[in-house]
């Protein structure tokens, strides 16, 4: 795209601030010509609440451009545009209206409404990958994963109710394409789905066009008067409803983090990953569910993590592979299998065997240089070529996964000319719009409240930083943006943290 231009803005949750704030900036409708600049002490527009707001957010690690503007302008134009005045984004609108205000409502929705109060845009009719309750998803639209827990660039999931058919659908996207692969995880709703449902009271569910409902979780949820309450499609693929209690802080104790009550799917290691992607884990990688109910991603002995800061990027052998020459010493020397139990690789079988023990089937794999990993279960034998996809540990399960492993370390092979093509310093954009805790913000809301109670009641305080919590909540963005995004450069309000 033409115009890099980097910025982020956010809706924020600002947990606790009700009490902060109505006293200093009460309530008011955004009115046509106010705006915010990331260089302002505190750009953001609030919720009447204080707990929503929407503004500029200092990110970890991510960029914006300094002088970086959000303006309704006093033409009703709700826009993001850089020092200068290039237009990064606005809100598309369905017809012509003339925007008389914008506000944040309670429940954390940004809206454009005319004079005669008609919402011609709401931030809860474009999500990204969270949904926040009284919100729906209609027939049409999705939820899409982040790449990473702190990256914001498209990842590799998404969630939808789907148009043509009206089933509610989990899929894995064809990066860096928006291709959808099979689905993982479905309604069964198919043709009889009508809209997925976050209602006040928190529970989550989709309403048949029969008038019959079908629950996503069994579970009651958490009262949305005393937990703030979210739904987020995580990088990982999994959905889960998040709860955070309101009252809090007000024992001067804050809770660990937002804490997730179920997910969707239930395990997504054991989920049916269909058509093409390396499932939830990259290739060469395998995938367990950890004490935390977690899915975690696993090399197998002898592969390293492609991206160490990215565990669900795959694996790379870290050793020098087979080779096929006739009279190479290296076709067998030097290799030796080893076993991970409950592990198996499904796809990538090139070759079967019956009624052989185990010993035979790592024997054959060994001498076969094609062959990467052989998979051993009760009297069978399959032999998997490279990359090694959707691979899962089935605890208890008896099959059994054997590697081929070398001792020649890549690290002893002369090291490869890299191609040394200078990084650009390419301008990035960020492009989300959120709802999220800010980090800085609630680290300033944190020493205020610190300091505010600190002084009556100082021996039973216990604060813990809030950027801790992992209170981000991002909640809806522009496709528009998204296609903008594209290397970066400068971080992201460093001004603001500055001023903070
Ligand atoms: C996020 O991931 C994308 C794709 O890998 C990468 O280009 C970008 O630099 C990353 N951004 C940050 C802030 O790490
Ligand atoms: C504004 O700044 C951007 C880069 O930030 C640049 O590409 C663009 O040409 C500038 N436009 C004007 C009108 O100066
Ligand atoms: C905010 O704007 C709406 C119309 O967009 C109007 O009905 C309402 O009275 C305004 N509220 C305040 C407090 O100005
Ligand atoms: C939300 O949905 C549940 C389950 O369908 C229902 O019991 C509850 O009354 C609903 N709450 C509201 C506020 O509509
Ligand atoms: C609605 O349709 C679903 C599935 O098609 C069925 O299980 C359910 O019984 C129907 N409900 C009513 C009220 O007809
Ligand atoms: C859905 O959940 C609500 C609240 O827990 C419950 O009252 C209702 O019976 C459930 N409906 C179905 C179809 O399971
Ligand atoms: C690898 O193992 C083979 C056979 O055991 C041995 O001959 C060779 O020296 C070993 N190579 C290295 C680099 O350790």
Redesign the pocket.
Known sequence: MASLLHSIFFLIILLHLALLTSAQSPYKNITLGSSLSNLDDNPQWTSQSGEFAFGFHPQQGKPVERGAKIQLTSNGVLLLSTQNGTEIWKPQLTDNSQVASAAILNTGNLVLTTTDSTVVWASFDNPTDTLLPTQTLEPGYKLSSRLTEKNYTLGRFGFSLQADNRNLVMYTIALPTEVRNGAYWDSNTVNTGQRLVFNQSGHIYLTLRNGSIINLSSEIPDSTRDYYQRATLDFDGVLRQYTYPRTSASNGRWPESWSSSWSLPENICAANFRGYGSGICGFNSYCRINQAQRPECECPPGYNYLDPQNTFAGCKQNFVSQSCEKNDLRIT???EMRSVPSTDWPFGDYEGFKSVNENWCGETCLNDCFCAVAIFREGSCWLKRFPLSRGYMNYGSNVKALIKV????TQ?VPSVVLDGKNEKENKWFQPVITVLGGCALLTLLFLLLGFYRARPKKQNIRLQDPCTLGVNLLSFTYKELEEATNGYNEELGKGLLHSL
Request: hydrophobic fraction near 25%; charged fraction near 0%; charge should be neutral.
């Open positions: 020397h030097g290799f070398g001792n020649f370390s002893q």
